[in-house]
Structures are given as C-alpha cells and as structure tokens.
C-alpha cells in the first residue's frame, strides 16, 4: 500500500510563501514522475509543476519564476516552495507520484492541503 501525505499549507497574505511536502511511503521499488496539482474552488485541477526522477523540471506559465519545485530521492518526498503567492494561487494542492511497486507501476495522490492568500 502507498500512501502520500502532504503538509504545509495554510494562510498567508499576498507577497508571502509557503512551502508545501509531500513524503511517500510504501512497498516502493521506483518513483518516477512527481507532480504538484492544484484546483481552486469552481475549477478544474491544473499542473502546477513537474519534477522528473533525473530531476527536470517544468512548471505551469502562471507559476514559473515564483514557485520551485525539488524532490529528495533518499526520502522519497517531494517539495513546492512558493514565494510571492498572489490571491489566485489559492486552492487545495495535490501531490501526485507515479510509483512501482513490485512489478506494477500506478499513480497516486495525496489527500489535498489547503492554501489560502489573502489579499
């Protein structure tokens, strides 16, 4: 059984950060891709970032130069740094992972944090 869980989120006022985790546990053998998500209330869920096992990265347009995205291998956690958040960067955030476990490979999610900016 895989499990992600997130933390790190939470209130903070325009021009803030925050910085979000997600750690995996489980019978994994492998994790390859592992994404931050996020959906706002009304709307769809969209791709935040992207970070590869080799550790590329790509993040969507509204986020690039303010949000980072890292990952460290040896805890199997996967990190969303998020500085000058703005009020429309509020919305419940998703961790995503693609993991192989024995000799299946499925894709996970976390439970969802909330992030709030206030104006």
């Known amino acids: 059984q895989v499990q992600l869980v997130e933390s790190g989120g939470g209130l903070v006022q325009a021009g803030g950060s925050l910085k979000l985790s997600c750690a995996v546990s489980g019978s994994i053998v492998k994790i390859t891709a592992m994404d931050w998500y996020r959906q706002a209330p009304g709307k769809q869920r969209e791709l935040v970032a992207v970070?590869?096992?080799?550790?590329?990265?790509n993040y969507a347009d509204s986020v690039k130069g303010r949000f980072t995205i890292s990952r460290d291998n040896t805890k199997n956690t996967v990190y969303l740094q998020m500085n000058s958040l703005k009020p429309e960067d509020t919305a419940v955030y998703y961790c995503?992972?693609?993991?192989?476990?024995?000799?299946?490979?499925?894709?996970?999610w976390g439970q969802g944090t909330q992030v709030t900016v206030s104006s």
């Open positions: 970070i590869t096992s080799g550790g590329s990265t």
């Open positions: 995503y992972a693609r993991v192989t476990t024995g000799i299946m490979t499925n894709d996970y």
